[in-house]
Antibody, heavy 124, light 108 residues
Framework: EMQLVESGGGLTQPGRSLRLSCSAS????????MYWVRQAPGKGLEWISG????????GYGDSVKGRFTVSRDNARNSLHLEMTGLRPDDTAFYYC?????????????????WGQGTLVTVSS | SYVLTQPTSVSVAPGETAMISCGGN??????VHWYQQKAGQAPILVIY???DRPSGIPERFSGSNSEHMATLTISRVEAGDEADYYC???????????FGGGARLTVL
């Protein structure tokens, strides 16, 4: 069974850093682009970042560009999001998601697998 | 940046047909994907590439895409279809994923 499990969320103060991880199982992780999506309480989905299978193509949403860094370890089937300079408006559930198509980050077939999310709360 | 516009809410009686729109400039030239998110749960993919259904998604769910509007259609709506629905595309000019604001489907 394909599965994504996020970890690393919690309560932190403004200006601090946090590292999220996503552990993948049940599919050939190294073949697929992976993504981070967040959802503030009561709000809609916001795309944060994406990384292709090889880590050669990486993209960020405008609200996190320059503050967040995505990476992946294909040997360990894991995806990471390093978040720095956290702000109260970064408070959200953070989901990792898998591309429905092998290879590049062009989203031809959507995200076919999502984790259950990890909550990040930024507050003093 | 590329913007996708969805209605905030759609209401329909059980057994009727719900149509949820997603507007975008020349969206007909892009593959559109749709997600269902029930309260307290992660989203799930219900339509990809405009019209395709993942395995396990009922045939009652269908999609279309033309010119400046994509539409998710749910036939014979059931109480269990009550959820938020999001459309999604790839903005190939800015190399970003874009979500619509989401539409809440209420089953009366």
């Amino acid at each position: 069974e394909m599965q994504l499990v996020e970890s690393g969320g919690g309560l932190t103060q403004p200006g601090r850093s946090l590292r999220l991880s996503c552990s993948a199982s049940g599919f050939t992780f190294r073949d697929y682009a992976m993504y981070w999506v967040r959802q503030a309480p009561g709000k809609g989905l916001e795309w944060i970042s994406g990384i292709d299978w090889s880590s050669n193509v990486i993209g960020y949403g405008d609200s996190v560009k320059g503050r967040f860094t995505v990476s992946r370890d294909n040997a360990r089937n894991s995806l990471h999001l390093e978040m720095t300079g956290l702000r109260p408006d970064d408070t959200a559930f953070y989901y990792c998601a898998k591309d429905n198509r092998r290879g590049t980050m062009e989203l031809q077939k959507g995200f076919d697998l999502w984790g259950q999310g990890t909550l990040v709360t930024v507050s003093s | 940046s590329y913007v996708l516009t969805q209605p905030t809410s759609v209401s329909v009686a059980p057994g009727e047909t719900a149509m949820i729109s997603c507007g975008g400039n020349n969206i007909g030239t892009k593959p559109v994907h749709w997600y269902q998110q029930k309260a307290g749960q992660a989203p799930i993919l219900v339509i990809y590439s405009d019209t395709d259904r993942p395995s396990g998604i009922p045939e009652r769910f269908s999609g279309s895409n033309s010119e400046h509007m994509a539409t998710l259609t749910i036939s014979r709506v059931e109480a269990g279809d009550e959820a938020d629905y999001y459309c999604q595309v790839w903005d190939n000019r800015r190399h970003q994923v874009v979500f619509g604001g989401g539409a809440r489907l209420t089953v009366l």
